[in-house]
């Protein structure tokens, strides 16, 4: 059985994790521009396209609307105590029925400091005990160490290398390495360890 809401906020020892809101595009837009090509896989620059600012109000529109009609939930994430924007972390539902898959950003200047890891893990937590999955993936491409290393320190294992995939419209067809977390590794592990408070849309309480 699911929860009767997601998590529309949680808290960890560091982060506010939030339901996302198209007034985010400002602070969302300075921190992809002040990150350069460290986001240029995720944000490609697009010189021809719509004004920058418009073109993550529209995101984060779709963003928003996705969330709340129980499709992909994608969270921004800010420092819990100034509200600065770092990033944003989601569970999406291509993983298939009782899965999730977990994606992640971080602006430039807050990676090494384990808070991937920590945003990462607070959306796991709402998967497997709100939600009730039976696992949680994570892919990414073989290249990003980075990501492949937020996967091991959680306790993920690595299923396979896939030929030729491509997840997504801005991704480039190519090779990913595939994670998996299930739900009976997951009282053993590392995610579980993260302390969390998740809250509904009416700001109770959840977990
Ligand atoms: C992937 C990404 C989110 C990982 O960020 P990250 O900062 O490396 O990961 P974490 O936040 O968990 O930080 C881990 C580092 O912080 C260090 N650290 C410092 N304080 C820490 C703490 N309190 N707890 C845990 N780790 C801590 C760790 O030792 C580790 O250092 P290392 O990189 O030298 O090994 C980031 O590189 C990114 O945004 N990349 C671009 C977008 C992207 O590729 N997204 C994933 C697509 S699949």
């Known amino acids: 059985m699911s929860a009767t809401s997601p998590a529309y906020s949680i808290r960890t020892p560091r982060l506010l994790l939030r339901c996302c809101e198209p007034s985010d595009a400002a602070p969302r837009l300075e921190a992809v521009t002040s990150s350069g090509a460290h986001l240029h896989e995720f944000f490609p620059p697009q010189p021809e396209g719509p004004p920058p600012l418009a073109l993550h109000v529209a995101q984060l ?96 294992t690595l299923e396979g290398r896939l030929r030729e995939r491509q997840l997504a419209p801005h991704h480039v067809r190519g090779d990913i390495l595939c994670f998996s977390l299930l739900a009976s590794e997951y009282p053993h592990g590392p995610a579980h360890a993260v302390p969390i408070e998740a809250f509904d849309y009416l700001g109770q309480r959840i977990l």
């Open 61 to 156: 529109r779709k963003m928003r609307g996705g969330f709340d009609l129980d499709q992909d939930r994608p969270y921004v994430v800010v420092e819990l105590h100034t509200g600065r924007f770092l990033g944003e972390v989601g569970l999406l539902t291509r993983a298939g029925l009782g899965a999730r898959e977990v994606g992640y950003w971080l602006r430039r200047d807050a990676i090494g400091q384990g808070l991937a890891t920590e945003m990462t893990a607070a959306v796991i937590r709402t998967a497997f005990e709100l939600d009730k999955v039976s696992r949680v993936d994570l892919t990414c491409d073989p290249a990003n160490a980075a990501s492949a290393a937020v996967a091991r320190r959680l306790g993920f």
